[in-house]
Nanobody
C-alpha cells in the first residue's frame, strides 16, 4: 500500500523558514518523480516544486523565486522542501504527490500558515 506522509508545517512569521518532509512507503521510491503542491483557501491547487527520481533535477513554480529548495533522499525514501523567506501568500495546505503507473498518490497535507 502506497503511503505518503507530510510533516513540518506550522505557524511562522513572515520572513521565517520551514522545512517540510514527505516520507514515502509502499513502492520503489527511487523510480518516481516527486512533487509538492499547495492549495490555499478558495484557490486551485498549484505546483510548488518537483524533483526527478535519479537526476534529481528540479523545477519550481514561478512564485517560488529562489526561496524554496527541494531535495530527496532515495535511501530514506523522503523528500524535503526547504522554504525560506516565507510570505503570507505562502499560506496553504502543502501536499506531497507521486505519480506511479498513471495513478496519482497524495499525502494528507500539512498546513503552513505565515503571519504578517
Amino acid at each position: 500500500q502506497v503511503q505518503l506522509v507530510e510533516s513540518g508545517g506550522g505557524l511562522v512569521k513572515s520572513g521565517r523558514s520551514l522545512r517540510l518532509t514527505c516520507a514515502a512507503s509502499g513502492l520503489s521510491f527511487w523510480i518516481y518523480g516527486m512533487t509538492w503542491y499547495r492549495q490555499a483557501p478558495g484557490k486551485e491547487r498549484e505546483l510548488v516544486a518537483s524533483i526527478a527520481p535519479t537526476t534529481y533535477g528540479t523545477t519550481y513554480g514561478a512564485f517560488v523565486k529562489d526561496r524554496f529548495t527541494l531535495s530527496r533522499d532515495n535511501e530514506m525514501n523522503t523528500v524535503l522542501l526547504q522554504m525560506f523567506n516565507l510570505k503570507p501568500e505562502d499560506t496553504a495546505v502543502y501536499y506531497c504527490n507521486m505519480r506511479a503507473s498513471g495513478r496519482d498518490y497524495w499525502g494528507q497535507g500539512t498546513q503552513v500558515t505565515v503571519s504578517s
